[in-house]
């Protein structure tokens, strides 16, 4: 099992940046790659940002590219997403997910762990 705990949501103004944290425990070695992902009410989940662990190689869903950045601390077990000109339409729960093999990481279901999430709101 792998247990993922989100921090670092928040209320910012547009324009704003937040920084997200998320922190790996378990059995994080049977993981090859994280994920954000974002809910906003009454829309489906969406993906974000993913990486792998071992190289690092990064990806973006076009709406935050340019703006968000996604890195790890691998000694930490340790996964971030820098949200810089946050924008009101960021609003949403941000999921920190872990996926077991190399696949589509911009499927949801493609991920079996799973963090409670923290939300993001910005205002106009």
């Known amino acids: 099992q792998v247990q993922l705990v989100e921090s670092g949501g928040g209320l910012v103004q547009a324009g704003g940046s937040l920084r997200l944290s998320c922190a790996a425990s378990g059995r994080t070695f049977s993981t090859v790659g994280m994920g954000w992902f974002r809910q906003a009410p009454g829309k489906e989940r969406e993906f974000v940002a993913a990486l792998t662990w071992s190289v690092g190689n990064t990806y973006y869903a076009d709406s935050v590219k340019g703006r968000f950045t996604i890195s790890r601390d691998n000694a930490k077990n340790m996964v971030y997403l820098q949200m810089n000109s946050l924008k009101p339409e960021d609003t949403a729960v941000y999921y920190c997910?872990?996926?077991?093999?190399?696949?589509?990481?911009?499927?949801?279901?493609?991920?079996?762990?799973w963090g409670q999430g923290t939300q993001v709101t910005v205002s106009s």
């Open positions: 997910a872990a996926r077991p093999r190399y696949s589509d990481y911009r499927r949801d279901d493609e991920y079996d762990y």
